[in-house]
């Protein structure tokens, strides 16, 4: 043989070789489909997991929109400036917090007052004027801590007057009047006072005069002249004791007599009363005089008594608020449309749950708040259930209002407008209990609850259970009847024979291979 033909017989004998060691080899290597598809089923058996110690807790989840509350348009009454009702100055920024007592706006240099009240401004009160309006100012300033008087009045009396003229004052602008003309009718109302009352003391001393009668001066000089004319008619009457008497003279006694008569009727005059129904006519006269011109000074001080313009104030249901948009600016014309949106100056975040969810809820639960970006935040509900004017709740489920809490300026902007995430716990354990899964729990044939414990030996005892608050697959678990501690293994479930070739594992190994 020459060199190439060894090479090919060696070439074909080490063929031979690896053919007959393959072939060999593969009557010793079992694959694991082959290895599975011999071996047995397995024995049934159960499935146990173990008792654990844990908190349960059961949660309401939910989701809501952040929104500031029950947004009103602010409108004003400018009937009454007479003249443009050009914005002054006072303009609030948006994102403002107005509240009750404050001035919102100045418009014609006078300011738009906020206070709290249902009725709308639709009149300006003054002294005199009586209504629901008068009673809703006197509580509204009452809340400031302003007495209006008696707040069971509807009329604006001066008390009313006053306490307006302290709100003004409190919020550092003039208090309005009733003008020149007012002020110069109480002028001309006190003057008239004035000469009423002298007119009523002279009348009064003359009555006083009248009633006193002549002066004592003149009483006793008409008892004098009386006395005089006694004695006269005495010694004239001794004289003609004998008439035949040279000395006696019957003329004289006569001439004395009538002088006497005289003095006596003079004396009565002198002493009887005056008469005084001219002097009480004139009085009366006077003292009625001086009633009208009272009564005219009390209609003209009314008259400058503080009134409240319509256009200087304005009612909202509640304060404080948040200014949400400024329809106006410095020198633009205030309109009957609104001047500014506002709503309530509390972040609130409104969703709504299940009704039966709703029954978990109580007010005053504190809430967990995600925020967009991932943080979590406190918060408290507010309201479960409140109706809101204008909004139809959805068939089946109840509206849910919560409040966050301390936020700072950027998670306040973070969550203004927002769709979030919120979490309110509704039952908890309160500390750690058995619990096991709910799988593990069977009906007794007393309807009781069990659960099957596997012993170290393989042996299962059934133990009566009383069952507590159930959370996230786990129930809260106490031993009635038996005993059951951590780490007990209690069944739930039990696994069965299946031919090899139905393995999942082995559907899985192939499709790993095929992939």
Known sequence: MNGSSRTLWIMGLVAV????????????????????????PPDAGPITVPVERRTLANDVVLRGDAIYENPVSVVLETGDIGGPAIVTGQVPVVGATIDAGQVILEVAGR?????????????????????????QLKAALAVLGINPGDQASPAYDSATSAAVEALYARVGY????????????????????????????????????????????????AQADVNTAQATLNAARTACTDPTAPECDQIAIV??????????????????????????????????????????????????????PASELVYLAAAPRRVDSVEVSRGSLAGSSGVMSVSGATLQIAGAVPDADAELIAEGSAVTIELPGGDEVAGTVQSVGAAVEGEQPAEGRTRVV???????????????????????????????????????????????ARVEVLGDDGESTLVTVETG????????????????????????????AQDPADDP???????????
Not at 27 to 38: E, F, V, Y
Not at 114 to 129: C, D, K
Not at 269 to 294: H, M, V, W
Not at 469 to 496: H, M, N, P, Q, Y
């Open 17 to 40: 070789v690896s053919l007959g060691a393959g072939l060999g080899l593969s009557q010793l290597i079992t694959s694991p489909a082959d290895a599975a598809a011999q071996a047995a």
């Open 255 to 308: 001439a004395a007599e009538g002088d006497l008569a005289a003095k006596i009727a003079l004396r009565e005059e002198i002493n009887a009363p005056g008469d005084t129904a001219d002097a009480q006519s004139a009085l009366s006269a006077a003292q009625r005089g001086l009633a009208d011109a009272q009564s005219a000074v009390s209609k003209a001080r009314t008259g400058v008594l503080t009134p409240l």
């Open 174 to 221: 003039p208090a309005p009047s009733g003008g020149e003309d007012a002020q110069g009718a109480v002028t001309a109302a006190t003057e008239q006072v004035r000469s009423a009352q002298d007119q009523v003391a002279a009348a009064q001393r003359a009555l006083a005069a009248a009633r006193a009668g002549t002066p004592q001066s003149q009483r006793v000089q």
């Open 402 to 448: 919560v409040v966050p809490g301390e936020l700072t300026d950027a998670q306040r902007a973070e969550l203004q407008g927002a769709n979030v995430r919120m979490t309110i716990p509704v039952s908890s354990t309160q500390g750690d209990v058995l619990a096991v899964p709910t799988a593990a729990l069977t009906a007794g044939p007393g309807g009781e």
């Open 469 to 496: 608050l159930a959370a996230d697959g786990f129930v809260e678990v106490t031993a009635t009847d038996g005993t059951l501690e951590e780490g007990d293994r209690v069944v739930v479930g039990v696994t069965s």
């Open 111 to 135: 300011p738009v007052i906020l206070l709290t009240g249902e009725l709308p401004v639709y009149r300006t009160l003054r002294p005199g004027v009586s209504g629901p309006d008068v009673l």
């Open 505 to 515: 594992t082995d559907e899985a190994t192939s499709d790993e291979g095929a992939g």
